[in-house]
């Protein structure tokens, strides 16, 4: 059962062919007998999880309407809050902090009958390509427990594609659920921004930061879409726009549709992830589209703004970790400035000192202008040139990651890491939607991921394509070793 | 110098108002005071991870219709700023304000300086989050978070304020509008109304501006008039008396409290270098846009201005300036004086009896009119009865003594319950006193006679005197004109 999608799993219980509680059972038991090796969850919810599947047995007995998720287990990133649990965001600072609400996400799971089963590992505050930055534990890849499984929502990916549960939500401000995705051989999804609401996501960078699906299938992360994506009054910058249909639109054809591919910005790809990049555009003219060769050429500034904007974002998002009011404070402290000094260098690590120190610097008077307002007009320019493009194309083609995953510690220069976003970032400076999902496999047996982009709010246009490709390929349906 | 050097004071207002909102700004947490220490706040308020603040729309609907009541440009574009911080008063660490594209621009307020009327020019306004409070205890300090997230307005004025009058005047000026547009309790004592002085001064025609002082802690406007006075007096007692050294190092920037105890100002912390709060545009909200048709509504749907009132007190009512100036500066006074109109006509007596007998009545009480429990009828019965002369002005005073002692208690009543406050129509009483004033005062009929009519009220203030103020006026005139005309 294991191996089957949400929407299957959601079917056979809404036919009464298996009960909710014996889901869960199935998908405790799996992260027991293989989460020690992965390390994908921080928290597993064994008695929540039973409790509600007991209470959504009863309700299908009692013959009232279920919701659309019925059933189905979901793992969460530990920066969403799920109300009461642990809100760790993998940082030593909130070992103890207990969400004090419901993520407008969470909310709107459970409201369909979702089973949140756990949360997931992640960088700590999201900050990270590997997940090697968590302060509290490794996770490893799936399909190669000596690599990791990308980052930042390294843990929701590696639950998803160790089949611990069918469906898990990240967060992706740089890439954060496409890179894992890609890494892990799944679909990841970035709606666009403002599509699902980030009330109850520990910010980041609040601007480029978009709550977004993992599944085993194109239809699963729609299904999951059209749960969540939908405006909230909680958080001001919410679409304000009705819910989508998704699966209703996945009908395979995509004849005649333009998919833009920036030839002269994938130059320096590798031979083998641009074999198989090329193989998986084949595959896509072969469904009729028209490859058309587009210039994004701002893309070679994305990295040097991306890390001028989300950190400047970040620090000032970080800096109600006081040690004041919630999360740890030091017990060295003596005065108001030791509180402050003491909890943050024992709170945070390397990573987020090193990126709450940028975002500080390029903030500071005398070097706001030359950093923070000239990346701010160069984020407008990417945003333009986005727009002139999809005059011409209806979707934009890149690979996901330049690579496939790496090896756990393999990679110590922090500049080398930001490297791994480099197709990613654009999606998230113009807030546009963007999927990963498999597009084939290295020699070595590492899973690849394409990345299909499209314009502001043509959420159902990416995943309707995503779907076609999907009809047509296998890469999907490969499991890893241990959820064979 | 062989002459005094002439010195000018340069003052500009840094005004901080709570809008009166049910909500705070950015959360639905209630936006009242004086509740117990931390009941008023939420994930909002509280700087809560994953919290988001949402914009109360009633706050930006009050400071337009301020941005309208002192005829500034409403932006039809402005936005929000982080303006980072580290204090725990704070909740974010960084607070949410306007910092290159206020909601309001511009605008101006009139306000009566020593009888004549000034127009101050206003500098921006702009909408932001107020901070929570810190509490000290002997071995701690605790924060309370209710205030914080309270929508200000925070009123910047140009510096084109000269003397610490002006400073009042202006001050006072705008405290009246906000209420007359009810957007907020402007209580300087809750803090609901904060004001800062940025102080400097310079000898007159000197084309630049010397290094500023900002004074803070001004709870009153008689405390921010004597607070900048001081601090006046202090920059150029320091200018001349070190007047070899660098005007820049005679007076450096620094921030400065009222200290009302020594009547002095006190250095808080000096300003070495600029504070950097490292302001951007807040990601979590988006832009206000605003339609004209939204800021026309709001126009023209303001209640009566201060100043509106003023100008039709004078017109219609036939008030002096001054007077209908004072008493339209608070309107909840202007209000009263308007209901006990209604029920006598005499404006100019009853705006006197307003703000100079029951003003001075109830100085030390530290009550208005209002919260005296007097109501506008009983004065303006007792106002009525003077018309009347059913009691004499002298009378009058005592029985609003009385009223003072017993507020609610109706004047008539209190005036047929008292022997002593009926007035004397008794011809042959009043006649008695007449003649004896008259024997004693030869050399002023001397002088009325010959054309000093002033010499006629000081006898007939000399009988009035005599009767205990119990005399009726009308008697004791006519006595007198005919008692002097035979003489």
């Known amino acids: ?484 | 110098m062989n002459h005094p050097t002439q010195w000018e004071a340069v003052i500009g207002l840094e005004i901080h108002a709570e809008l009166n909102t049910k909500s705070k700004l950015f959360s639905s947490a209630p936006n009242r005071f004086g509740d117990e220490p931390n009941t008023n706040i939420n994930d909002v308020c509280t700087g809560q991870p994953g919290a988001l603040p949402v914009l109360n729309k009633e706050a930006v609907r009050k400071a337009v219709q301020f941005g309208c009541a002192i005829n500034a440009q409403i932006a039809k574009f402005s936005k929000f700023d982080r303006k980072s911080y580290f204090y725990p008063d704070s909740p974010r660490n960084f607070q949410i304000t306007q910092f290159d594209e206020p909601i309001v621009l511009g605008g101006s307020v009139v306000a009566e300086v020593d009888g004549q009327e000034k127009v101050f020019a206003v500098n921006r306004v702009h909408l932001e989050d107020d901070a929570g409070m810190l509490k000290h205890f002997p071995t701690f300090a605790g924060v309370d978070y209710n205030r914080a997230g309270v929508p200000l307005i925070e009123i910047v004025s140009e510096p084109c304020i000269h003397s610490a009058r002006e400073a009042a005047a202006y001050g006072m000026a705008i405290k009246a509008i906000l209420q007359y547009i009810d957007a907020s309790d402007c209580n300087m004592e809750e803090g609901s109304l904060r004001i800062d002085a940025n102080v400097s001064v310079r000898v007159k025609g000197e084309k630049g501006l010397r290094n500023k002082i900002e004074i803070k802690n001004m709870n009153s406007f008689s405390n921010m008039e004597l607070a900048i006075d001081a601090e006046i007096k202090r920059q150029i007692h320091e200018y001349t008396n070190h007047a070899s050294r660098p005007q820049h190092e005679i007076i450096s920037q620094a921030t400065y409290r009222w200290d009302p105890e020594k009547k002095e100002t006190v250095l808080m912390r000096r300003k070495e270098q600029a504070d950097d709060y490292r302001y951007f545009p807040e990601p979590d909200l988006v832009p206000i846009i605003l339609t004209d048709a939204y800021i026309e509504g709001i126009r023209s749907s303001l209640p009566e201005l201060p100043l509106q009132r003023e100008r039709r007190y004078v017109s219609e009512l036939a008030l002096p300036a001054h007077s209908a100036f004072a008493i339209t500066l608070d309107k909840k006074i202007a209000d009263y004086f308007e209901e006990a109109l209604k029920l006598c006509s005499n404006a100019r007596a009853l705006c006197n009896w307003i703000l100079v007998e029951f003003a001075g009545r109830l100085k030390d009480t530290g009550k208005t009119l209002i919260d005296s429990g007097i109501p506008a009828s009983h004065l303006a019965k007792l106002v009525a009865m003077i018309d009347k002369g059913t009691i004499t002005g002298r009378i009058a005073k005592d029985v609003a003594d009385d009223m003072m002692a017993a507020p609610g208690k109706d004047p008539e009543q209190i005036v047929a319950a008292n022997p002593d406050y009926q007035p004397v129509h008794d011809q042959g009483e009043i006649e008695v006193l007449v003649d004896k004033v008259l024997a004693e005062n030869m050399q002023s009929v001397v002088d009325f006679k010959a054309g000093r009519d002033k010499a006629f009220a000081f006898l007939v203030g000399q009988v009035m005197k005599l009767s205990r103020g119990k005399a009726s006026p009308q008697i004791v005139n006519d006595l007198l004109n005919q008692k002097i005309s035979s003489l």
């Open chain 1, 1 to 484: 059962m294991h191996s089957l999608s949400a929407i299957e799993i959601r079917d056979k219980f809404l036919r009464g062919e298996i009960s909710a509680v014996t889901i869960v059972e199935t998908f405790l038991k799996r992260i027991e007998k293989y989460d020690h090796e992965v390390g994908a969850f921080l928290a597993v919810f064994n008695e929540r999880a039973i409790q509600q599947a007991k209470k959504l047995d009863e309700k299908r007995k009692a013959g009232h309407k279920l919701g659309k998720l019925a059933g189905v287990p979901i793992a969460i990133k530990d920066n969403i809050h799920v109300k009461g649990e642990l809100s760790t965001c993998a940082s030593k600072f909130l070992t103890n902090y207990r969400a004090p609400f419901d993520a407008t996400v969470t909310r709107l799971l459970e409201a369909e009958d979702a089973i949140i089963i756990g949360k997931t590992n992640l960088d700590e505050f999201a900050m990270g390509s590997s997940t090697e930055n968590s302060a509290l534990q490794k996770t490893r890849n799936p399909w190669n427990l000596k690599c990791t499984p990308g980052g930042s929502s390294g843990g929701s990916a590696a639950a998803v594609a160790a089949r611990f549960c069918p469906l898990a939500f990240g967060s992706d401000t740089g890439g954060s659920v496409r890179l894992p995705a890609s890494f892990c051989g799944i679909v990841g999804y970035k709606p666009t921004y403002g599509r699902v609401s980030r009330y109850g996501l520990v910010a980041f960078g609040s601007s480029l930061d978009q709550i977004g699906p993992f599944a085993t299938t194109t239809a699963d992360a729609a299904l999951l879409m059209e749960v969540v994506g939908r405006h909230c009054e909680h958080d001001s910058t919410s679409l304000d726009a009705p819910q989508e249909d998704y699966l209703s639109s996945f009908n395979g054809d995509i004849k005649g549709m333009r998919i833009g591919v920036p030839w002269q910005f994938l130059e320096q790809l590798a031979e083998e992830p641009k074999q198989v990049f090329s193989a998986a555009l084949e595959k896509l003219k072969s469904l009729g589209a028209e490859i058309v060769d587009v210039d994004l050429s701002i893309l070679k500034y994305s990295i040097a703004v991306y890390y001028i904007l989300a950190t400047a974002e970040a620090s000032t998002n970080l800096a109600r970790f006081d040690g004041i009011r919630y999360g740890q404070r030091s017990a060295r402290a003596k005065t108001l400035d030791e509180v402050y000094d003491f909890s943050k260098e024992e709170g945070y690590g390397p990573e987020v000192k090193r990126r709450i120190l940028l975002g500080t610097y390029v903030l500071s008077a005398g070097y706001k202008d030359s950093y923070y307002k000239k990346a701010q007009q160069v984020r407008t320019l990417t945003i333009q040139q986005f727009k002139g493009i999809f005059q011409k194309c209806d979707l934009v083609a890149l690979p996901t990651s330049p690579f496939t995953a790496f090896e756990i510690g393999a990679i110590k220069d922090p500049l080398q890491l930001y490297l791994e976003d480099i197709y990613t970032i654009a999606a998230n400076l113009a807030g546009l939607p963007a999927v990963s999902i498999p597009e084939g496999f290295s020699r070595d047996g590492k899973p690849l991921g394409m990345q299909l982009i499209g314009p502001q709010k043509q959420d159902v246009r990416v995943l309707k394509a995503a779907n076609a490709f999907e009809k047509v390929t296998d890469y999907h349906k490969a499991l890893p070793e241990l959820a064979k």
